[in-house]
C-alpha cells in the first residue's frame, strides 16, 4: 500500500490557501454615501450576524435581495428593535438569562445588539462583562448555542496557517486570546474561557469604537487540568491535560506566526493566561507583534489612575505614599510596576519608589532571598528594611506591613475575600487621615473587602475603588460614590490607539499615556464629586480621550507606522472621535 501521510499535508494545505471570498464589503457611492455591497441573497442574508438587519430590511431591499415575504410586513428602524429587545431582556428571571438574551441577540442581528448594549452600557456592563461573565464562563459548555471567534487547539494547531482563513472577516485588527489558565478569580477554565473575549471585544466596539467587523476572539485551547471539565460529558474542549513547557511555546508560536502572515496589522490583547506564562508570553511577542497583557498592562494602569485620582481629592503628591499590594499574581505584580512607574515620573529614582511599594504573596512580604518565582523577584525588598519590624515570623504578613511598613495605600488583587479585615484596614487609617483602600479583585465574591466595611472602619474617611461593581454607599446621610476600578476605562481606548496610529508594538509609554489619560479625565469632570473613576455611562468619552492620549504617546515612542496622524491633543480626540464606530444600519447593494 502506498504511504500517502508525506502527501496529504500538501494538499490540504494548498487548499487552505484559496483566496477567501468576501460575503460583503463597506464601499461609498460617488457622493460620499456609506453602503454595503453584499453577494448573498435570502435567507443565507439573514443567517450572517453581521448583514442581518432582520425587520429594518427595506421594501426595496427585501425585493432586490430576494427577502419578499421572509419577514414580518412591517419596517422597523434600529431604535425601533432595540425598544422590542430591551423589553424582552428586562423580562430576563436571572442575570445569567440576561447574558444569555444578549448573546442570541448578537448572534442573530449583530448591530442591533450594539444599539441595545450602547443605550443601556451602565446597566449591561455587569452582564456581558464582570460579574455575570464569570458564571457565564463557568457553564460556558452547558449553555452553548452559536459558535463565535476562531479556535486553536491540539487538533489543528498544525494547520494554523490554514485555520485563519476560515475566518471570514479578511482585514482584523483587534484580537482578544486567551489559553483559560488563569479566569477573573476562578482559575482554569478550559475552553469556556472563549467568553471572556467574546465580552471584552464587545467593548471594545461600545466604549472604545472598533468596529465589530475588525474583531475575533481567539481561544488558545491548550487543554485543562480540571479533571471534572475533562470527566464532563458535555465539555466542549479538548479532553487533556494542559501543554507545557516547549509544548506550549510552540502552539503559541504558531498561532502569532499565522496571525501575522494573514493579518498583520492585527493588535493582540493577551487575557487571563497563567501569572507564569502571562508575563513569558507577553515578553516573548511584544516586539513581534502589536500585543499587550490587560491583566497585567490595563490592571496596572487602571490602579495608577485611581490612585492619582485619590490623591487629586486631596491635594496630594502620589509620592507622598506608601503601598501595600497585597496579591503577587500577574494583576498583582502589574500594579506594583505601574505604581513604581508612577514613582518614578513623580521624580523619585527606581531605588526610591521600590522603597515604597511592597508586595505581598500568599506566604507574605517578597523579601529578597525567599524562593519566589522570577517575574515576583524585581519587587522583593531588602531583608534590612524590615530588620526593626515587629513581626512574629521570618515573613511578615499583611498586617504586620500594614503597621511597620506605614501603609497609606492599600490594593486588592489576591482574589481573597475578606482579606482586608477589620484589623488591616483600622490599621491603615491610623498611617493616614484619608487612606486609599481598593479592594479590586473580581468577581464581586472575591473582592477583599465591602466598601461599605471599609467605610464603616475608617469613620468614612476611606477613599474607595473596587474591582467589581459596588452600590454606592450611604454613609451619615451622604452618598459616597463607589467607582469601580474596571480594566474596560483602559483596554479599549488602548487598542484603538494602537490600532489608529497603526503601532509597530505597544510600548510602556502608550500604556503610561492610557493611566494618566484615565487619571486627568476623572480629574477634569469628576473632581467635584468625589470620584475615584468616572461613570460607567461615561466609558465612551474616557475610552476617547484614552485612545487620543495612546496615539500621540505611539507617536512620541517613534511606533506610528500611520503617515499624518495628529500632533497634538485637541487634533487626536477629533481624529479619534471621526473614526469611532457606532452602530448603523446602511443601505444594501447586492452584488
Known amino acids: 500500500m502506498t504511504d500517502t501521510s508525506t502527501t496529504t499535508p500538501r494538499k490540504t494545505q494548498k487548499t487552505e490557501r484559496r483566496p477567501v471570498t468576501p460575503y460583503f464589503d463597506l464601499k461609498k457611492d460617488p457622493s460620499g454615501r456609506r453602503y454595503m455591497e453584499v453577494n448573498l441573497r435570502g435567507i443565507a442574508l439573514l443567517r450572517l450576524v453581521l448583514t442581518n438587519k432582520g425587520t429594518a430590511f427595506t421594501q426595496e431591499e427585501r425585493i ?18 432595540a425598544a422590542r429587545v430591551y423589553d424582552g431582556f428586562r423580562a430576563q428571571p436571572s442575570d445569567l438569562a440576561k447574558y444569555q438574551f444578549l448573546r442570541e441577540i448578537q448572534e442573530r442581528q449583530e448591530l442591533l445588539f450594539y444599539a441595545l448594549l450602547e443605550a443601556h452600557l451602565e446597566e449591561m456592563l455587569p452582564i456581558v462583562y464582570t460579574p455575570t461573565v464569570g458564571k457565564a464562563v463557568q457553564q460556558y459548555s452547558h449553555i452553548y448555542q452559536n459558535p463565535r471567534g476562531l479556535s486553536f487547539s491540539p487538533i489543528n494547531i498544525h494547520r494554523a496557517e490554514g485555520t485563519v482563513r476560515s475566518y471570514p472577516m479578511g482585514d482584523v485588527r483587534m484580537i482578544v486570546a486567551t489559553d483559560s489558565s488563569a479566569i477573573l478569580g476562578i482559575g482554569d477554565q478550559g475552553y469556556g474561557g472563549l467568553a471572556i473575549p467574546i465580552g ?25 487540568d480540571r479533571i471534572d471539565l475533562i470527566n464532563d460529558p458535555r465539555y466542549l474542549g479538548v479532553r487533556q491535560r494542559r501543554l507545557r513547557g516547549a509544548e506550549y511555546d510552540d502552539f503559541v508560536d504558531r498561532f502569532v506566526t499565522s496571525i501575522k502572515h494573514r493579518w498583520p496589522k492585527a493588535v493582540i490583547q493577551w487575557e487571563d493566561l497563567a501569572k507564569g506564562a502571562a508575563f513569558d508570553v507577553l515578553e516573548r511577542y511584544r516586539d513581534v507583534v502589536p500585543s499587550f497583557n490587560d491583566d497585567i498592562q490595563g490592571t496596572g494602569a487602571v490602579a495608577l489612575a485611581g490612585v492619582l485620582q485619590a490623591c487629586a481629592l486631596e491635594s496630594e503628591r502620589i509620592q507622598d505614599h506608601t503601598f501595600v499590594i497585597h496579591g503577587a499574581g500577574a494583576g498583582g505584580v502589574g500594579v506594583a510596576a505601574a505604581i513604581v512607574d508612577g514613582l518614578m515620573q513623580a521624580g523619585l529614582s527606581r531605588e526610591e519608589a521600590h522603597a515604597k511599594v511592597f508586595v505581598l504573596d500568599s506566604r507574605g512580604l517578597l523579601l529578597e532571598g525567599r524562593n519566589m518565582e522570577s517575574y515576583k523577584a524585581p519587587f522583593a525588598q531588602p531583608k534590612s528594611r524590615i530588620a526593626d519590624w515587629k513581626i512574629e515570623r521570618d515573613t511578615p504578613d499583611l498586617l504586620e506591613t500594614v503597621v511597620s511598613g506605614g501603609a ?55 477613599r474607595v475603588a473596587t474591582g467589581s461593581p459596588f452600590g454606592d454607599v450611604r454613609w451619615e446621610g451622604k452618598l459616597v460614590a463607589i467607582g469601580q476600578g474596571n480594566n474596560a476605562f483602559i483596554f479599549p481606548g488602548l487598542g484603538m490607539g ?71 491633543e485637541t487634533q487626536a480626540l477629533r481624529y479619534v472621535e471621526a473614526r469611532f464606530w457606532k452602530p448603523e444600519y446602511l443601505p444594501f447593494v447586492g452584488t
Open 200 to 224: 471584552k471585544l464587545a467593548l471594545y466596539t461600545v466604549a472604545g469604537g472598533v468596529s465589530p467587523f475588525h474583531t475575533m476572539p481567539v481561544a488558545l485551547d491548550v487543554g485543562t
Open 64 to 81: 432586490s435581495l430576494e427577502l419578499d415575504g421572509l419577514l414580518p410586513p412591517q419596517v422597523e428602524t434600529l431604535a425601533d428593535q
Open 498 to 568: 494602537a490600532i489608529l496610529s497603526d503601532a509597530r508594538k505597544i510600548t510602556d509609554g502608550m500604556v503610561r499615556a492610557a493611566a494618566y489619560a484615565l487619571a486627568t479625565y476623572t480629574r477634569e469632570r469628576y473632581l467635584d464629586e468625589g470620584r475615584i473613576y468616572p461613570p460607567v455611562d461615561d466609558l465612551q468619552e474616557t475610552s476617547r480621550r484614552v485612545a487620543a492620549a495612546v496615539l500621540l504617546a505611539a507617536v512620541a515612542d517613534g511606533v506610528a507606522q500611520k503617515d499624518g496622524l495628529p500632533a497634538d
Open 408 to 462: 497609606t495605600v492599600l490594593l486588592g488583587l489576591s482574589g481573597q475575600p475578606g482579606a482586608f479585615d477589620e484589623a488591616v484596614v483600622r490599621a491603615v487609617a491610623q498611617n493616614h487621615a484619608r487612606p486609599i483602600v481598593f479592594p479590586l479583585s473580581n468577581p464581586t465574591t472575591s473582592s477583599e473587602a465591602h466598601p461599605a466595611e471599609v467605610l464603616a472602619w475608617t469613620d468614612g474617611k476611606a
